[in-house]
């Protein structure tokens, strides 16, 4: 009777638990990102949830592209580190009727109108980048989500970021994460191939950089590329956001 009950306690307290085991994540507010340069970031979570990852989720502002991400690095006591990949060169998208309606939901936008938003990408030369931290349980389901943040991508003379041995490192180093199939095969969108060199798909497959290793491959001195190895960088597509992941959306992060 009493392993009975205890069983019944268990059962009746392991939901409690879970909830209590939702984590905070407090993240690096970046002030911004060098143009065509990597740049780190640092998160915190507390509690942590035993075999859980922290990503970061990171993408271009503009109508087409969709989120990536890559895993952070842990060193102790809830504690994070990761590298952005190198933002490319690229003119900043202006806003339209349809694009407002998907941004007006972001965390970032808040309560602004849209005549901030407009003048705010006016202003701007090079695209923005957006980003937030997640944690994820060890089946991949997310448990926990910090609000969304734009950065500023700004000329290197005017974004001073360093890396340490062991970031560029990384950056040299990068695995990056796909959130919708589309995503398979193509570039990393609006950022450049340089450092990466691993892809995971989003069945969680993980596999060598096809795109990427491609044009380092093509670039090399007296090295001819038959067409078959590419094939797969000679045609740009532009991604569009699906409805049916909220992981992946623009709107629905």
Known sequence: MKSRFALALLGAL???????????IEVDEIVCLPNERNAAIEAAVAPEVGGSTVRLYFRRLN???????????STGDGNYWTVFPKPEDREQTQLDDDWWEV???RDWVQDRDRDWLEELLEEQEHEFAEYFVAVHESGG????????RLVQVRDTDDCDTELDEFEHGWSENLTVGETHEEQYGDRVYHWLCDGIVTRIDNRD?????????????????GWVAPASALAGASVVTQIVEGQDSPSASPSRP
């Not at 109508?63 to 690095?73: A, D, I, S």
């Open 14 to 24: 392991l939901p409690v638990a879970v909830a209590a085991q939702t984590p905070r």
């Open 63 to 73: 109508p087409e592209g969709t989120f990536y991400y890559n895993q952070f690095h």
């Open 103 to 105: 941004l007006r939901e």
């Open 141 to 148: 389901e997310r448990i926990a989500r910090s609000p969304m």
């Open 205 to 221: 497959v993980i596999r060598a950089d096809e795109y990427c290793r491609a044009c380092v491959v093509a670039l090399l001195p």
